[in-house]
């Protein structure tokens, strides 16, 4: 088999495989609330209720240093009036894109409910307390993986990395207060928020909300 027949085949087989093969949710865009928040705590809530796994997780998009786009799934720390909070080590390289360029994208997708909800926005860092609290909420050996400010970094010898993590590892356990500087609570504010709802007819719904003087305004779109 050629390229070409290769690349027919593999197309032909992704056609093949369905989606959104089970019942869907209704969404009515004419009784969403005026804040997306709520909209997006009541998907997120159905989500859970029905056991969908890892409900919270979701894509952050970011720009480097370059312009490239970069993505990786995180899970989502909590969200209130000031946005949608995610958490990451400033040395990283989320931490450091977003350093140079404070703006990003979430989204969320629940395929068995055929349902997505997208952010862009602006992204401010927590404060010192804020940061210290989440840091000091996540495992032991979460912490001590920070505490190495090793992430992304090439990784030639597992040996090495497994010795130096016993050792952070020990420092956390003798040091239960110890904070990593560098972990970071991020907040995005969302300038826009757009929530979708597949159809089997393909006619997907999709209704987005946009930041404006006086509160929300929101958009039906074409699917």
């Known amino acids: 088999m050629d390229d070409g027949d290769h690349g027919t085949a593999v197309r032909a087989w992704l056609r093949d495989i369905e989606v959104f093969a089970g019942p ?4 009515e865009p004419e009784q969403a609330p005026a804040d997306p928040t709520t909209l997006f705590m009541s998907w997120l809530s159905e989500a859970v209720r029905d056991g969908l796994r890892d409900p919270h997780a979701m894509t952050l998009s970011t720009v480097d240093e370059a312009g490239d786009p970069d993505a990786r799934v995180l899970i ?3 969200v ?3 946005g949608w909070q995610f958490a990451g080590h400033g040395f990283s390289p989320k931490g450091r894109q977003l350093a140079v ?3 990003a994208a979430l989204t969320f997708y629940w395929p068995e409910h ?5 952010l862009r926005g602006a992204v401010v860092p927590g404060s010192a307390e804020d940061n210290a609290a989440d840091f000091l909420s996540r495992s032991a050996t979460a912490r001590a ?11 030639a010898d597992t040996a090495e990395r497994d010795e130096a993590l016993e050792k952070s590892l020990a420092q956390v ?3 239960p207060a110890l904070v990593d500087a560098a972990w970071t609570l991020y907040t995005l504010a969302p300038a826009e928020v757009e929530f979708w709802q597949a159809a089997r007819s393909r006619v997907h719904t999709r209704l987005r909300y ?9 958009f039906r779109l074409w699917s």
């Open 80 to 82: 209130d009036a000031g």
């Open 173 to 175: 356990r003798s040091e």
């Open 114 to 118: 055929g349902r997505q909800v997208r």
């Open 101 to 103: 360029h404070s703006r």
């Open 76 to 78: 989502l720390k909590g």
């Open 24 to 27: 869907l949710p209704e969404f």
């Open 145 to 155: 993986e920070s505490l190495l400010g090793r992430q992304s970094q090439y990784l």
């Open 210 to 218: 946009e930041r404006a003087e006086q509160g929300w305004e929101r």
